[in-house]
């Protein structure tokens, strides 16, 4: 399996404070690979590192085999590599369609005439309704996005990420603030994603991570503490300890 993705050595620091520290991980095609760790371990700044976000203080970040390191956010989308965002960015009146269509026109260079274009773009509209197919919201495709669950507009975001036709997607939190009766919903629609694509899931709810991952890695207090599989995590003693030093810290 041929790498599509790679941090090595990629390190960040505020002031004295190291936040990521010396972190190398790899991801394959098709590759399903989750990020966890306690709250503060480093993970939103790691994000933000491979996004582009901000600069690293050491350290290389590469796609598809080229050094983006010094790229952009917005190039580094281009090329391939695209993230969800933890806090909804949708438009309530808008349907999960016009949402998905808009993303593909963008991804083509149409954004300044996206309204003109909307109706009667009849190949955005098929790509569009084949994403929201392979998200489950062909049903809710033409609602507006207010009136449809929370769970589904987190897969809208998961929708218009796919429009960027991303080769490594990085999935920020995808059941946050989503009621457990809804998790399923969100479990099959991330098992129908397409099987060459590379996703990094960061996430809080173990029972997703176990299912969906094939790999875990585990950050604590900016440093990668354990990568391997979802079976061997909760046996790894530096992983207990990381998360038992977290719950005792947040209930002191
Ligand atoms: N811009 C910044 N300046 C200074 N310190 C920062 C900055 N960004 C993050 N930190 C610190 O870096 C550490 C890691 O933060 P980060 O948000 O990356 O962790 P996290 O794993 O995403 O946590 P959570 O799960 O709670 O969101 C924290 O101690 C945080 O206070």
């Known amino acids: 399996m041929s790498t599509v993705f790679a941090v090595d050595h990629l390190s960040k620091s505020f002031g004295g404070l190291k936040v990521n520290h010396d972190l190398s991980i790899a991801m394959t095609e098709g590759e399903r690979l989750?990020?966890?760790?306690?709250?503060?371990?480093?993970?939103?700044?790691?994000v933000n590192l491979v996004t582009g976000?901000?600069?690293?203080?050491?350290?290389t970040v590469h796609l598809m085999g080229e050094d983006i390191t010094r790229l952009g956010a917005v190039a580094r989308v281009r090329r391939g590599l695209v993230r969800t965002f933890q806090v909804t960015r949708l438009f309530p009146d808008m349907t999960p369609e016009?949402?998905?269509v808009m993303a593909i026109l963008q991804r083509q260079g149409?954004?300044?005439r996206i309204l003109a274009r909307f109706h009667g773009n009849g190949a955005a509209m098929d790509e569009a309704a084949d994403i929201l197919a392979t998200?489950?919201?062909?049903d809710v495709a033409r609602r507006k996005v207010v009136e449809i669950a929370y769970g589904q507009q987190r897969l809208l975001e998961i929708a218009i990420a796919m429009a960027q036709?991303?080769?490594?997607?990085l999935l920020d939190e995808p059941a946050a603030g989503v009621p457990s009766s809804d998790t399923p919903l969100i479990e099959r629609a991330l098992e129908r994603l397409p099987a060459s694509l590379a996703v990094l899931m960061i996430e809080h709810d173990m029972d997703l991570v176990f299912r969906f991952a094939r790999r875990v890695v585990v950050?604590?207090?900016?440093?990668?503490i354990f990568q391997g599989l979802p079976a061997d995590v909760a046996r790894d003693e530096k992983v207990?300890?990381?998360?038992?030093?977290?719950?005792?810290?947040?209930?002191r």
């Open 34 to 46: 989750a990020l966890i760790g306690p709250n503060g371990a480093g993970k939103t700044t790691f």
């Open 53 to 59: 976000r901000i600069p690293p203080s050491a350290g």
């Open 98 to 100: 016009e949402h998905v």
């Open 110 to 112: 149409h954004a300044t």
């Open 135 to 138: 998200l489950g919201l062909t």
């Open 165 to 169: 036709r991303p080769k490594v997607l």
């Open 219 to 224: 950050l604590a207090a900016g440093e990668l």
């Open 240 to 251: 207990r300890e990381a998360y038992l030093g977290s719950y005792a810290h947040a209930g």
